[in-house]
Every structure is written in C-alpha cells, then in structure tokens.
C-alpha cells in the first residue's frame, strides 16, 4: 500500500457506494488537490464510477464490475483485482490496476491512460476510441476487436484473434500472438511507431525498463473497411 | 399455315413462387455477391392493428363528450426507480434514429415537433448532437453496442437513458451505416475513418445477458446519480421472456419495436425473415409485466408500424403505456414525398416505395449527409408538420378513448377490442368480432 | 443466465465450514439470481450406500415413504429430512429396487440426484431462504456448488433450479443461454436420456450424462461439449471426488477463481469469494476459454 495521506476515505463497509459515488460526482477544481481512499470494496461493481474532476482515488482491495467506468481527469488506482469492464467509456485521465483486469478492460474508451500490471483477459480494448491501454502481463482473446482508435501495447502475449475487424487502432506486442483476427495483420515498426510506443510506455511508467525494438506492430489491413466480394469469408 | 395455328396457346404465366421480384433478387445477388441492404421496415402485409375495431359505447356503456368531458393523455415514464421521471403531454414519442443516418436538419426538426406538443425524442447510434439537445425539450439518450459518440457529458444531458438491446427491424443484428453516409462530421463523431463501411456490433462490448445487464443499469444509474430514467430497448421475437428479463434486470422502461419497425440500413433478408409484427408482441409482454405485478410500474413502450390515433389507441388498449413512432415521423417530416417525384424517378424507384435510406442521396434530404440535399429540409416548417401530425394522432387517440367512456387514454382496455381476421383475433388475444372466440390462449408464451 | 459458486476443499480441517463458506458464496449472488437458488454438497458416505435426494412438496410426509420401503432390517433407509426434501440413504444394491417402487408409488416425488456422498437441493425463492431452509450454513462436506437463477426462457419453477445432476456424484450448475437445446434434448431423448424440464441447462447436464455413459471421463464428456453444445455458457460440475470448469469459447459469461493451499473456489464474481478465509492472499484468476479445469482429491 503506498503511503498516502488520505484527506477523504470512505470505508464501503458501513457507507453506501452511492454515497461514495455521489461525493466524488460532488468534487469540484476546488477539491482536486483531495486524495481519496476507498476501503473494503469487496468486489462492488461501478466503484468511482464517472468522476469528471482531476481526483486521485485509491481504492484498497478487489472491485467488481466497471470501476472507474467513464472516467474523465481523475487518477483511479486500486490496489487489488478488477471486474468487468474497468475503466470502460473513459475519457481521460488515469487508471491503474495492480493486479489482474477481467473481460472488456477499458471497453470504449476515448482517452486517457489505463495500465493494467497483472493480467487483462478476454477482450481488453474492445471498440476502444482513443484510449491507450498498458498491460505488462497478457491479455485474453478478442482483444481490441473493432478497436478504433488509441494504442494497446501488451508486454506479455496475446490470445486469439487479436485485432479482428479492426479500425485504426495501433496494437503493440512484446510476446506471442496467438492468432490475429480478421482483417489484423504484423505491420512493419517504423521509427515513428517506436517514439509512440515510448512515448506510451514512459507515460505508464516503464520508460528505460523496456526495449521498444522488442515489440511487433499490429494493424489493419484496411480490407473490410468496404465490402467487397472476395473478402465476404471474413465476415 | 402451320396445323398448331389454331391450338389456344398458354398464355404466359408467372410462378407464385419464382415471382418477378424474386427472380430480379436472384439476378442481382448474383451480379454483386452481397445482400441486399436498405433502409425502413418490412414491406411485406403481416397482421397489425388494421385487424383491429374498437366497441364504442352505446346502451351498455357511456361515451364521453368530445371537446366538453376530459380525456387524459399525459404519461410519467420512469416511476420505479429514478428520482427524476419523465413527464410527457401524449403518449406517442419519437424513436431514436441516429445522427449519421439522419441529417442534422432532420434530426432538429424531430425535436422541434416533438418539443410543440409536449413529447420526447431519442438520440441513435452515432451520439447526440447539439441541434437535437438544443431543440429537445425532452430528449432520450440510446446507450448502444457500438458506444459511438458515447461520453459521460452528454449522458448527464439527458432526460433519460435507453439502452439498445435490439429492434424490430432486426432483432439480433448490429447496426449499419455504409460509407456513402460517413461524412467528415458523422466519422469524427463516431471516431471513424471517412468513407468506410460502418457495421456495429450485434452484442454490447462489456456486458451480455439480464444478469450482466443488472450490473451496467446499476452503473448507468452511480453514474447519473440515479436521476434518470432507465429504459431498455428489445427487438419483437420472444417479448414474454425479454420483457421479464428486463424488469428483473432492473430497467424503468421497457422499449417493445415490431417487425414492422424502421432501420437506417440492414440486409432485407434481416427485415423481412426476422422478429415478430407488432400485434403479436404487445399481449405477451403485458403478460410479463403482469406476472411480475408489474404492468404501469414499468412502462411498456411498443413501436413498429404505429401510423395513427387509431394506432396509438390500439396499442395502448393492449396494454402499453406510451407508442414510439419512427417512419411515420420522417413521413410528416417530408420523406418520399411526391413533390420529388422526378427526382426519385432516376433514382430507380417513386415516391412512397424509396428506401435506399443507406446510400445517401435522400431527396427530401432526410437521409442523408449531403449538404445540398440536407440544406433543402426546413427543420421550423418540418417541424412543424411533425408537430401537427403529433396532435392529430392525440386527437385520434383521445377521439376513440372518449367513444369507449374513457376519461384516460390508459383506461383502454383488451375487452374494448375486436378482431376481424383470426390471425389477428389470436396475436392480440381478443375475441373474433361478433363471437367469444380467443384462438390460442391455452399454451403460454 | 444466473451466478455461480463452488467451493473445493484441500485442507480437511475446513470441512465442518463447507456449508456455511458455500452458504455465504450464494447469498451474495442473489442479485444474479433472484428467482430459484440449489446447491449440491459432498458429505459423508459409505462405500455399500447410496444417498437418494428426493424432492417433495412443504411438509411432505417422507416418515411414511421411508417406512413403506420396507427394505431388509438389515439395511433401514436413513432418513434426513430437510423442508421439501430427504437424503434416503438405503444400500447400494437396493438402489434399483427403490427407484421402481418410488416410481411406481410415490410419483409425487422427485429424485433430483443420487450418489455415495452427494446431496442436492433445490428450491424456488431467494438464495438466503433457500440455503436458510435447508440447513446449509451447518453441512459438512469436501466440496459443493450452488447456483442462483434468473430464468430466462423456462419456468421459475423447483423442477427448473439447479443443480441438475448428471448421474451418480454428479452434478452441473450453469450460467449462460444455449442455442441449440431443443434440438439435442430430441436427440438425447432418443439415446434415452431422461429430461424432465424445458430448462437449457438440464440439457446440458443429460448431454455429459449421455456422454459419460458412453465411456467418457468427465474431463472428455466438457471436451466434447465445447463442439455440441452452441451458445454461451460457463459451467461448474461436481464430481465425487472433485469439481470441474469449463467455458464456452467466446466466453461472455463471467467467471473468477481463487486457489489457495486450503482451497479452490469458484465465482460468477469476485463478490462472491469476499469472505473466504485467506482470500486477500489467494491467487485469483479467470479460468480461460474453452478450456477444461478440473481439481481433484486425492483418495
């Protein structure tokens, strides 16, 4: 546990989340400079759900279903596990998970930073529309599928059909692809892919600590972007 | 002179199964290689509420006076759990049809009209625009499978939250929007490259199933700080079921759209082969409401082919709270009126039959992008037009409501309906005009 | 469309804790499944016994059934009795005998699984009511699972609940929606399989059955699911000895894990493993799709 000196903290055991919730939505630029501290979540799903001020949460434990859904400016850092749908619809700001995400981790996403440093499973980044996404372990099958835009960078492997019907979105991975879905393809890792990806990793935190050369570039072939007879076995 | 001269020939014969348009569909699936895509609802004749009569007072029962006796027509949408329901001066809504598919004229003048007489309108695939929250009094946000334009901000903006599971025209299926209609502002808006084809997902990213489904309406409503109103949105096929699961899962409102019901693009084999008509809907998901105690706690909107008063009294009489119109808005609107006439014409087709809604080239500029053509729609006079059109389907309503004693259009009844044809007799579970007879109610649904 | 809970005990010294771990796993999953609620929990039994759960109605009277069973001094059926249902254990020889006779006499009651040590129950109503009712805060056992349901297309109904058991010391829970359950319950039905409800999941369950009796193990019966069974589902089965997982392979439906040296348990959510002893330091995981997980212990 960092060492924080918390001006608010709210212990989910005896309080509401609604409370919890509606204090944050509360927030205004006058409390940005509060830290926030959320005890016992105990795997409740929509912890810190929709902050829209630059608020630093700590939330000590596991959470549930979509923690810090539809974040906008505010730093959400849960020491523990995570749900479904972490981070999902983010606009900006900053969500880091310690340990493990479930399926859809940063689902929709238009902006901001999420860093996962366990885990994510099935369908991180699903139809992500702008949000970078930082995994240091793996990440799960259908993992940005129909991503559109924003980076997923993934230090451990990923699972099957990575990328399928993909848009722009840019895909690095450091270990094994399983498969690549339809319509994703290896891209070749220009310089400018390189100063992106370090720019990513150093926003995450990993600046020096990963070799950017070690990453392959996933993107879209652009194939399916009009239909076109010979590709309908892709569909 | 030939001995077959006098032999009366066969006259030419088409089949009833390889008809013309059947065998013009085989040509042109087999020149393309794709499915035909269009826009708008099933064309072909299902059971609806044309089947349907209403007994008016007489000796038995009272009639109300027109003009003189009260007849309500206000419904409040959202009473089971937000803190802040919707209020609405008819019960016939406007249903959500997205920017993208939709010129930003359209969709300013759907507000407006529906702004006049007291009504809501709802955003679509493709996120919510200025032009329809500035001129929306009352304005329904679709939270959909693909989340295009979907933020936080414009969620707050809303006077309520629909979340899109299906709809009639293709329950089951994503959404579409080809890349005729990509424009510069719809791409930016959806996050999108310009130009390219649009398909969106079938299922919704973070969640799948009613007991998912309880989790994200929990967050939809900390996210809202339960304020608004949560509808849920289902395409007709098993609305027993659905309906149920809705109302378990949590929703205020649930949305019920027919087969009948309007798309900006799918495949025809989707709108024609899949969901249920109208008719056959409503009586199995009032059912549900029911069975679950609660019918008029949870409103049960239906959509899909509602094009009069007569309509809106039909299917309240069955049991819904409030109707949802969607192709006959963009018929009041202006679309595919006859004055284009030339202009559809080289297009390939006429006025009333115009349904490439997903190439684009609209000429009454409603579905479209085009500048040019958007530019020719008027959203004050269009709006207008929807407002009166609004007025004289209440009037209607109201009209038939006053004829059966009813001092709310709520107060209708199934027992104030007749069947004309057995088929409609059994999907709207009323007698067969003149008998007792109920085909069909012994199983369940 | 539901939750689901499993607990498997390593450590030994849990076991007088099983019922109540279990009875708290499936109450907090009430909001997944608020219509029916069952569990199925692995106790004591003897090598020649077999245990009979039975299914009745409220204050059914199963002293009388159990009396006119009759059997052989020697082997008087041990009755239980816990609100609709009996565990009838009788020995293993008779068990055929006893079936005919519940069949032929006692109609009204349901044999909803039999085995050495599993019992089942099942009942419409609130998780905490039904684990309330039946006594499962003070079971005993090595291992259980439980479900919480949300009927989706079938009735909400007891017949309807789960587990449904899938032959002897076997049982399912499930969460998901099949795709193609009506027409492979024709199927089994021709193989002789019997299947009582309209419920997807029961199909399931008859399929590992048919399977099994085909020769199978369970681990190749789930294997073999993941070809005939469409749609979505992740299921949690037990097995005398042991308890299995296995997902569909686009795997929607969710699914968490912890395991530590005393424990595997099994959630549709992280929620439901909250109270478990030691879980802060558990090494918690989502089993992956399409991927058979099985635990067992050692005989």
Redesign the interface.
Request: proline share 10%; no cysteine.
């Given at each position: 546990m960092n060492a924080i000196s918390p001006d608010i903290t709210f212990d989910l055991a005896d309080t509401a989340l609604r409370e919890l919730n509606a204090a944050l939505h509360a927030a205004t630029g006058e409390s940005n400079a509060r830290r926030w501290r959320v005890l016992n979540p105990n795997g409740r799903h929509a912890v810190a759900v929709g902050i829209n001020a630059p608020l630093t949460v700590e939330i000590e434990g596991h959470v549930g279903y979509y923690c810090a859904g539809m974040n906008a400016e505010a730093s959400v850092i849960i020491h523990g596990n995570a749900g479904v749908g972490l981070a999902e619809n983010m606009m900006s700001g900053f969500v880091h998970v310690r340990g493990d995400a479930s399926q859809a981790a940063g689902a929709t996403g238009h902006g901001g930073l999420l860093v996962i440093d366990g885990n994510a499973s099935a369908r991180c980044g699903i139809s992500m529309k702008g949000i970078d996404i930082v995994v240091k372990g793996s990440v799960g099958h259908m993992s940005a599928f129909m991503g559109q835009s924003g980076s997923l960078v993934v230090l451990g492997d990923a699972g099957e059909a990575l990328g399928d019907s993909l848009y722009e979105a840019k895909l690095f991975v450091r270990g094994s692809v399983k498969s690549l879905g339809a319509d994703c393809i290896e891209k070749e890792m220009r310089d400018e892919h390189k100063v992106l990806l370090a720019e990513k990793l150093k926003a995450a935190g990993l600046e020096g600590t990963v070799d950017v050369a070690a990453f392959k570039r996933y993107g879209s072939a652009r194939q399916l972007y009009n239909f076109h007879v010979d590709n309908a076995s892709a569909y | 002179m030939t001995a077959h001269s006098n032999v009366p020939r066969t006259p030419p014969r088409f089949s009833a199964t390889f008809d013309p348009a059947t065998l013009a569909e085989i040509r042109r699936a087999a020149a393309?290689?794709?499915y035909d895509i269009r826009g708008g609802g099933t064309k072909r004749k299902v059971p609806h509420f044309d089947d349907l009569l209403f007994l008016g007072a007489s000796m038995s029962r009272y009639p109300l006076e027109g003009y003189r006796e009260k007849c309500g027509t206000e419904v409040v949408l959202g009473t089971r759990f937000a803190k802040k329901p919707i209020t609405l001066r008819t019960p016939v809504t406007i249903a959500g049809m997205s920017f993208g598919a939709l010129s930003a004229q359209a969709k300013e003048a759907l507000g407006r009209g529906a702004t006049t007489v007291g009504t809501s309108t709802t955003t679509g695939d493709g996120g919510m625009t200025p032009e329809e929250r500035g001129q929306s009094q009352t304005l329904v946000y679709q939270y959909l499978p693909?989340?295009y334009g979907?933020?936080?901000v414009d969620?707050r903006k809303a006077d309520a939250i629909e979340i899109v599971i299906g709809q009639g025209a293709k329950p089951g299926g994503g959404g579409m929007l080809l890349?005729q209609k990509i424009s510069d502002r719809v791409a930016a808006m959806?996050?999108?490259?310009k130009?390219?084809?649009q398909?969106s997902?079938c299922?919704h990213?973070?969640?799948?199933?009613?007991?998912?489904l309880?989790?994200?309406i929990?967050?939809l409503r900390?996210?809202?700080?339960?304020e608004k109103p949560i509808y849920v949105k289902v395409g007709a096929s098993?609305p027993y079921?659905d309906i149920a699961?809705a109302v378990?899962a949590g929703a205020d409102v649930v949305v019920l759209d027919g087969m009948q019901g309007g798309t900006a693009a799918t495949q025809d084999v989707f709108i024609e082969n899949v969901g249920i008509p109208i008719l056959a809907a409503i009586r199995p998901a009032v059912q549900a409401l029911q069975d679950l105690g609660m019918h008029r706690k949870v409103q049960l909107i239906v959509s899909g082919g509602i094009r009069s008063g007569a309509d809106v009294a039909k299917a309240l009489a069955l049991g819904a709270d409030a109707v949802a119109i969607g192709t006959a808005a963009l018929v009041a609107l202006g679309d595919n009126d006859p004055q284009y006439e030339d202009e559809y014409q080289a297009l390939g087709t006429t006025a009333g039959a115009y349904d490439d809604w997903h190439e684009g080239l609209d000429p009454a500029g409603i579905t479209t992008q085009d500048p040019v053509l958007s530019a020719r729609l008027d959203p004050v006079k269009a709006g207008h037009r929807l407002a009166n059109y609004l007025s004289v389907m209440t009037l209607e309503a109201q009209t038939i409501a006053r004829a059966c004693g009813k001092s709310h259009v709520h107060n209708l009844e199934p027992e104030d309906l007749v069947a004309l044809t057995v088929e409609a007799a059994a999907m709207a579970g009323v007698p067969l005009a003149g008998t007792s007879w109920i085909p069909g109610r012994t199983g369940g649904y | 469309m539901c939750g689901i809970v499993g607990l498997f005990l390593k450590d030994p010294k849990l076991e007088g804790e099983l019922g109540a771990m279990l009875a708290s796993m499936l109450c907090v999953m009430t909001d997944r499944g608020p219509d029916s609620a069952g569990f199925a929990v692995y106790g004591s039994g003897a090598k020649d016994k077999v245990k009979l759960s039975l299914r009745a109605t409220a204050s059914y009277d199963f002293e009388a059934l159990a009396a006119g069973l009759s059997l052989p001094a020697a082997g008087l059926p041990g009755l239980v009795v816990r609100g609709t249902h009996a565990i009838v254990e009788i020995p293993a020889a008779r068990e055929a005998a006893v079936r005919a006779f519940l069949m032929e006499r006692h109609p009204e009651v349901a044999i909803v699984g039999t085995g050495e040590r599993m019992e089942i129950f099942k009942e419409v109503g609130l998780p905490a009511s039904v684990a309330e009712t039946f006594g499962l805060p003070s079971m005993r056992g090595t291992h259980g699972i439980g479900h919480t349901r949300m009927a989706t297309e079938s009735a909400v109904t007891t017949a309807g609940a789960h587990p449904f058991s899938t032959g002897a010391d076997q049982c399912l829970v499930h969460n998901g929606s099949l795709s193609n359950h009506n027409a492979l319950r024709r199927a089994l039905k021709r193989e002789g399989i019997t299947i009582e409800t309209d419920n997807d999941s029961e199909v399931a369950a008859g399929y590992l059955t048919w399977r099994m009796k085909q020769g199978a193990s369970l681990g190749e019966a789930l294997d073999a699911g993941l070809k005939d069974l469409d749609g979505f589902f992740t299921f949690v089965v037990g097995t005398e000895n042991g308890f299995g997982v296995l997902r569909d392979p686009i795997a929607c439906k969710p699914a968490v894990m912890a395991e530590t040296d005393q424990y595997v348990a099994f959630g549709s959510e992280y929620r439901a493993l909250v109270d478990l002893p030691g879980i802060a330091k558990a090494h918690v995981f989502e089993p992956e799709p399409a991927t058979v997980y099985f635990w067992e212990r050692a005989q």
């Open positions: - | 393309t290689g794709i693909s989340r979907m933020n936080p969620l890349g959806r996050n999108l490259p130009g390219i084809d398909r997902a299922r990213p973070d969640w799948t199933g009613p007991d998912d309880e989790i994200k929990e967050e900390e996210l809202t700080d339960w098993r079921y699961l378990k | -």
